[in-house]
């Protein structure tokens, strides 16, 4: 274990990893976040928009994603994110497409968290007179939030380790070195290893920071 | 209470996990020494490529291609009539062997020395080596040495994969999980070409799908000896595929083995390699 990570840079491979993962949960919130509001709008055409991206993408296999934002988008289409360098277009499209997945399970968790807030909290916020998005940006939302910490979370720490995904597409992070290692060196359970307690460091602290924030934000009721 | 049942369930379930670990180990280590004394008659399992067109590739419930020529010839030559054909990824061919999932790999393995750390080898039954594969109708790449600015495939995590970004820091590469996906992207002109062994590259041009629009550049860059990987230290049946080896190469099955498999796409052996001779068994 102490030869592999003295020959190959595992902790540059995780550093592509974080980053990634970052990115793709920016990325993720963001969508995630408006096809929420689109779900909860009383436009009916927003309301199919938002259902069909939250079929669409939940239901699509994530290394089917990866896949057709290279062979599909970049090659076919000719839709570069960076027209120059190979890795860096393959690396953008990963974030994209990570943020894409991920961000129909974050609007179906945010829904849930619209749900836990009280019918009579709408009603109030549209009986003083604010429009709906006013009422989704300070009455709905916030609360949602609160009480989605939880499946957030649990979404975010699925975006972790499907980061490996991006490896169909060659971007730089953990399961791309680790393919080089077992290249290398024969598959041995000391490479396995040293992926597997990787990402439990990466997942874990997060994990437990979760389930903290999501009992100290909970809306008390 | 809760506890203590729980304690208990878990107890029992760790258990019972333990046994039949067990009792698989038990099951491999009878079947493995019944195959390495076997020449009379008996079942062997060979690991080969299941996807690989042109060396082991699955076609319904047939295998077809150069490798499993090969293995076909050996597994006759040992007195194994019944085989058993095991999917042997490359990442697990290592694990595939020491647990006497197989007893033999014919997967376009090449002999290493990291390699021979965790199991043995016989042959090499074939030499190798990394080229390049682009569109017919492109003459600017001759070689490696043409690649410059040019954009290359490969696999994620390949040695032909490395080798490019030690050698040639100017080419850029895109890697995707398997060779069919590079293949895909090199016909929609996504990259400019397709490098790993040439076996490999000649036979994705021989698929129908694919006949004069591709071709193999011809000019290797490394070499690559396939040998048969068997369980570390047998040396008895590394005799013995020697023997076969040198047998199917005498009788001009092997030959007619590369003509069959690899011809179609114009794919010439490079002869002053090829057939090579095994190594000395150890």
Redesign the interface.
Known sequence: MREILNNYDVLGAFWGTIKLSILGTIGALILGTIVAVLRLSPVRVFQWIGTWYVNTFRNTPLTLLM?FS??GM???LGIQLNTT???SN?FRWAVVMLSVYHGAFICEALRSGVNTVPAGQSEAARAIGLTFGQSMQHVLLPQAFRGAVAPIGSTIIALIKNSTVA????AGEAA?????????????FSVFLTFAIGFVILTLPLGLLITRMSRRLAVKR | MKVRQLSAVLAASVLTLGLAACGDSAKDGATDSGSTGSSGGKSVKIGIKFDQPGLGLKVGSDYKGFDVDVAKYVAKELGDSDITWVQSPSAQRETLLSTGQVDMIFATYSITDKRKEQVSFAGPYFIAGQDLLVRADDSSITGPDSLTGKKLCSVTGSTSAQKVKDKYPGVQLQEFGTYSECVAALVSKGVDALTTDNTILAGYASQDQYKGKLKVVGKTFSEERYGVGIKKGDTALCEKINTALKKMVDSGDWQKAVNDNLGPAGFKVDTSVNPPKPDPCS
């Open positions: 896949l290279i062979l970049s090659y076919i360098d190979i890795s393959v490896a169909v597409i060659g791309n070195l680790m393919s080089v290692v077992i290249e290398n060196e024969g598959s041995g």
